[in-house]
């Protein structure tokens, strides 16, 4: 079982929707959260770090359920620009290695 | 500010034969990482610094990758007598706490 699991997609959406991200990770001891976005042939760039408590970033929310080992990413109103693989990523110790998920692509078309 | 650099940005090189890659972290940053991107794949952690050591090298694939950070600066990333299933992008990433910084990558090809 991967440590961190995500679907893969795609997730095709038009320009306005509502589209939400689900992950799951396997090791309870996992302390830091994050998601990432990475377009094609670029590198990842972090999005959000994630909070037991929530957290919103414009339109973007990010959740985490430590009991149930999940985090979620929610985007209201899509843009053509939101267009891109979405990677959960877990940390075991702040500051330490980053476990990525696959990734989750997103297409907004308009 | 100068984010993440790594050269060369692409390398071809035929089987058999040492690469070396290198990351130039953004300054002041303590920590650097090591990441490998295969076609498709999520990344893969290879190797991270705490200044010029490194507490973990678990995601080394095999004693052909090494590694080294001299003046809590720059790393070089080494394969020798590299094998196709080394193609990938070769993706390195800075902090100086929690949040990792990546640079472009470098895309090895080996033919």
């Known amino acids: 079982r991967k440590e961190v699991e995500q679907d893969p997609g795609p997730f095709n959406v038009p320009e306005g929707a509502t589209v939400a991200f689900n992950c799951t990770y396997s090791?309870?001891?996992?302390?830091?959260f994050f998601w990432y976005r990475q377009d094609c042939r670029k590198e990842p760039k972090l999005l959000m770090s994630v909070y037991s408590s929530g957290n919103e970033d414009g339109r973007f929310t990010a959740q985490l359920n430590r009991a149930s080992q999940y985090i979620s990413l929610l985007i209201r109103d899509s843009k053509l620009s939101d267009s891109a693989t979405y990677l959960c990523v877990v940390s075991r110790q702040a500051g330490t290695a980053l476990i990525f998920g696959k990734g989750t692509t997103l297409s907004v078309s308009s | 500010g100068a984010g993440v650099s790594q050269s060369p940005s692409n390398k071809v090189t035929e089987k058999g034969k040492d690469v070396e890659l290198r990351c130039d972290p953004i300054s002041g940053h303590t920590a650097l990482y090591w990441y490998r991107q295969r076609l498709g794949q999520g990344l893969e952690f290879l190797i991270y610094?705490?200044?010029?050591?490194?507490?973990?090298k678990s995601g080394l694939p095999s004693d052909r990758f090494s590694a080294e950070r001299t003046g809590e600066s720059v790393s070089t990333l080494t394969i020798q007598r590299t094998q196709q299933e080394d193609s990938a992008v070769y993706l390195c990433?800075?902090?100086?706490?929690?949040?990792?910084?990546f640079g472009p990558g470098t895309r090895l090809t080996v033919l």
């Open positions: 610094f705490q200044g010029n050591s490194a507490p973990d």
């Open positions: 090791n309870s001891a996992s302390q830091s």
């Open positions: 990433a800075s902090s100086f706490r929690n949040e990792q910084f």
